[in-house]
């Protein structure tokens, strides 16, 4: 999908493509051998299915810029090209280039998938008129509060919510989230791979439009 001059490509599971003058992934997994070679990649935590070495190796070339959290260091071993690697945490402000990024946290409230304590992440990534929100591995949390002053009339504010439950929320808190912080747009991650489905995704969409929530399914690339 594209908004303004930006482009928004689900790659399956919790995994995009932000295009506009930067190629960004966020948490690469099972993506074509081809794909686009990354300016940067985006890592919300260590899991195999968003910290994947094998799929980095896909998309690095010389200088490509990783954001990742500090437990998986020990998991990028050495590439064949010069990488550049920054530690994030929750609570800090980034810039690369002209993009601004927000690092947020990403926990479980009520399973130990995802423990607070371990400082995981989502991001938002902030490009001109538009905010992408990749909530990460989370459950619906205070945090999200804050987030509701990102709904401004001259912004369009994108938020990406894990719906698959078991790990995350499932599409019924997905749509909680939603309804609280408010987006331009939802779209439904987190699901048809290791946990979640197609059905789940479309309860999602369904319940955040019966709240009048712009909602939509991306097609996997």
Same mark, same amino acid.
């Given at each position: 999908?594209? $908004? &303004?001059?930006?482009?928004?490509?689900?790659?399956?599971?919790?995994?995009?493509? /932000?295009?506009?003058? #930067?190629?960004?992934? =966020?948490?690469?997994?099972?993506?074509?051998?081809?794909?686009?070679?990354?300016?940067?990649?985006?890592?919300?935590?260590?899991?195999?299915?968003?910290?994947?070495?094998?799929?980095?190796?896909?998309?690095?070339?010389?200088?490509?810029?990783?954001?990742?959290?500090?437990?998986?260091?020990?998991?990028?071993?050495?590439?064949?090209?010069?990488?550049?690697?920054?530690?994030?945490?929750?609570?800090?402000?980034?810039?690369?280039?002209?993009?601004?990024?927000?690092?947020?946290?990403?926990?479980? $409230? &009520?399973?130990?998938?995802?423990?607070?304590?371990?400082?995981?992440?989502?991001? /938002?990534?902030?490009? #001109?008129?538009?905010? =992408?929100?990749?909530?990460?591995?989370?459950?619906?949390?205070?945090?999200?509060?804050?987030?509701?002053?990102?709904?401004?009339?001259?912004?369009?504010?994108?938020?990406?919510?894990?719906?698959?439950?078991?790990?995350?929320?499932?599409?019924?808190?997905?749509?909680?989230?939603?309804?609280?912080?408010?987006?331009?747009?939802?779209?439904?991650?987190?699901?048809?791979?290791?946990?979640?489905?197609?059905?789940?995704?479309?309860?999602?969409?369904?319940?955040?439009?019966?709240?009048?929530?712009?909602?939509?399914?991306?097609?996997?690339?």
């Amino acid at each position: 999908m594209k $908004i &303004d001059d930006i482009e928004i490509k689900w790659l399956g599971h919790s995994g995009f493509l /932000i295009k506009n003058t #930067k190629i960004i992934y =966020i948490d690469p997994y099972n993506i074509k051998e081809n794909s686009e070679k990354a300016d940067a990649i985006l890592i919300t935590h260590s899991h195999y299915d968003h910290c994947s070495v094998a799929d980095m190796k896909k998309i690095i070339k010389e200088g490509t810029k990783i954001f990742l959290t500090a437990d998986c260091q020990s998991k990028i071993t050495r590439f064949d090209v010069p990488i550049d690697i920054q530690i994030v945490e929750p609570g800090q402000e980034l810039s690369f280039g002209e993009i601004k990024i927000s690092v947020l946290p990403a926990y479980n $409230i &009520d399973k130990s998938f995802h423990p607070k304590e371990d400082g995981w992440v989502g991001y /938002i990534l902030k490009m #001109k008129d538009v905010l =992408i929100y990749h909530a990460g591995d989370t459950d619906l949390i205070p945090e999200m509060q804050k987030l509701t002053g990102h709904k401004q009339p001259d912004k369009k504010f994108i938020a990406l919510l894990p719906v698959g439950g078991r790990f995350t929320m499932s599409a019924e808190e997905a749509a909680e989230a939603a309804k609280l912080i408010k987006p331009s747009l939802a779209i439904p991650i987190h699901y048809g791979s290791v946990v979640g489905t197609m059905g789940d995704a479309e309860e999602f969409v369904k319940l955040c439009k019966e709240e009048g929530i712009n909602a939509e399914i991306l097609e996997k690339e």
